[in-house]
């Protein structure tokens, strides 16, 4: 998996999950959910942010990037940001499948999950992604200048660097830069002395 296509993959599952989960939760207590209005919002309320903060980073990225491929283990990348997300997805299910079958009609009263327990089991889920792909979301979509390519005194992009480059390339740019301090430094310099 390259960082283009982790940056796809993260907005589209951030985007079915977000999705899912609002729909689901707006609609849990008209539809017989063993959940009142508004614990389903408090639910929302602490599941919400992790992925809208994937979105707006992504989006915010989308306007200061040239999204640029970095150099990185694609497979790790894979395992690290799609294994969170698919251990989320199962892990809330579950949580959200035993709330419901320890409150359905029927069951015993007062034996069932509360809402304050499946919250707690929906912050436990979210401390994994928090430790893994917000980590990750923080490079894929980094528009730090610092990560972007350095501009040249005549305004020209240096070349950047292909698969293949020893880092040479960058190495150019550096010097460039340090040349170009370097004369402002002198020129100042001059200028003070006058």
Known sequence: MTTNEARAWIIKWSLMIVGSQMVFLLVAPAIDFPIEFPQNLDLLQIIGPVFLGYL????????????????????????????PIYIYVVAV?????????????????????????????????????????????????????????????????????????DGAGVQLAKDASTKDAEEFTSQKRETDQR
């Open 56 to 83: 707006g980073s992504a989006s915010h990225f989308l306007f200061r990037s040239s999204s640029a491929e970095m150099a990185v283990d694609q497979r790790l990348l894979s395992l690290l940001l799609k294994g």
């Open 93 to 165: 299910s579950a949580a959200t499948a035993a709330f419901w079958y320890s409150n359905r009609q029927g069951a015993t009263i007062g034996e069932g999950m509360s809402v304050p327990q499946l919250a707690t089991s929906y912050s436990i889920v979210l401390g994994l992604l928090a430790v893994t792909t917000s980590v990750i979301i923080s490079y894929l979509f980094a528009t730090d200048k610092s990560v972007q390519e350095p501009v040249v005194s005549d305004g020209t992009m240096p070349q950047t660097r292909d698969k293949k480059d």
